[in-house]
């Protein structure tokens, strides 16, 4: 089993396979528009413009999972988005991202990684490699422009 086995809904409504993603490196963020972190969506978008073209791609999932950060609905979240922050990579509808009703493609991650994998607050990262794979993990505190996030996506693209 690899990420690629998992879907989502679009922030639209519409089926976002992970299969649509096969031979790109994903960076899957949970996301929240009304936390202290928001303000990571301009660095995500940063990384989404830097390395686009080269196989990458940005996987937001709205979140409210943390401290209610994330009320709204999937349209007044996509407006947030754009709005605020340009924000252009692929979203997809409100998700669970802790505990038993996690999406599945969360649980998978704490499957392979252990219960310390799981999301601890907004802005969460994970980046999937080109096979679908787990190979990093950051938390909400490494932001997007990090060295140590920028590197790791720099060797998944190799």
């Not at 799981?118 to 994970?126: D, L």
């Not at 096979?131 to 996030?149: N, T």
Request: some cysteine; aromatic content about 10%.
């Amino acid at each position: 089993m690899s990420a690629h086995d998992f879907s989502f809904a679009s922030i639209d409504g519409k089926p976002l396979k992970m299969t649509d993603f096969k031979g790109k490196v994903v960076l899957i963020v949970n996301t929240a528009s009304k936390c202290g972190l928001t303000p990571q969506y301009a660095g995500l978008q940063a990384l989404h413009e830097k390395f686009a073209a080269k196989g990458m791609v940005v996987l937001g999932v709205p979140s409210n999972d943390f401290g209610g950060q994330e009320p709204d609905s999937e349209a007044e979240i996509k407006t947030f988005c754009s709005t605020n922050y340009k924000v252009a990579f692929p979203m997809t509808s409100k998700n669970k991202v802790i505990g038993v009703d996690a999406h599945p493609l969360y649980r998978w991650v704490v499957e392979q990684a252990g219960e310390t994998a799981a999301p601890a607050w907004n802005f969460h990262k994970y980046l999937i490699g080109r096979d679908g794979e787990l190979v990093g993990i950051f938390g909400s505190k490494v932001k997007p422009d990090d060295a140590e996030l920028t590197a790791a996506i720099e060797e998944a693209l190799k």
